[in-house]
Nanobody, 123 residues
Framework: VQLQASGGGLVQAGGSLRLSCAAS????????MGWFRQAPGKEREFVGG????????SYAESVKGRFTISRDNAKKTVYLQMNGLKPEDTAVYFC?????????????????WGQGTLVTVSS
């Protein structure tokens, strides 16, 4: 499985960005995709994820109500819509693929990763 992430950039506080992550290869039909982020000097942390079969989503408390994850089945693409961005959201954002089909906030459950896309939020 290969993941291609895109959509990062520079935005002012309060602005919005949408990240995309397209999966290719042998994904199967039951899997989950998650978004993580890593700020300078910090560990990679869970942002949110979606179960592909059920379409159920899960979010970190820090982004609930501001970020929304959705998917396009035909394109095997997951989206992260980020609204109300804050300077503390600045990080490299990664999408991950898990064969378990269940969204997890444990990064070790994800065995394939996209290349990361930088999101910078200015104050």
């Amino acid at each position: 499985v290969q993941l291609q992430a895109s959509g990062g950039g520079l935005v002012q506080a309060g602005g919005s960005l949408r990240l995309s992550c397209a999966a290719s290869g042998r994904t199967g039909t039951s899997y989950a995709m998650g978004w993580f982020r890593q700020a300078p000097g910090k560990e990679r942390e869970f942002v949110g994820g979606i179960s592909w079969t059920a379409g159920s989503t899960s979010y970190a408390e820090s982004v609930k109500g501001r970020f929304t994850i959705s998917r396009d089945n035909a394109k095997k693409t997951v989206y992260l819509q980020m609204n109300g961005l804050k300077p503390e959201d600045t990080a490299v954002y990664f999408c991950g693929f898990s064969y378990s089909g269940i969204v997890s906030n444990d990064r070790t459950r994800y065995c394939h990763w996209g290349q990361g896309t930088l999101v910078t939020v200015s104050s």
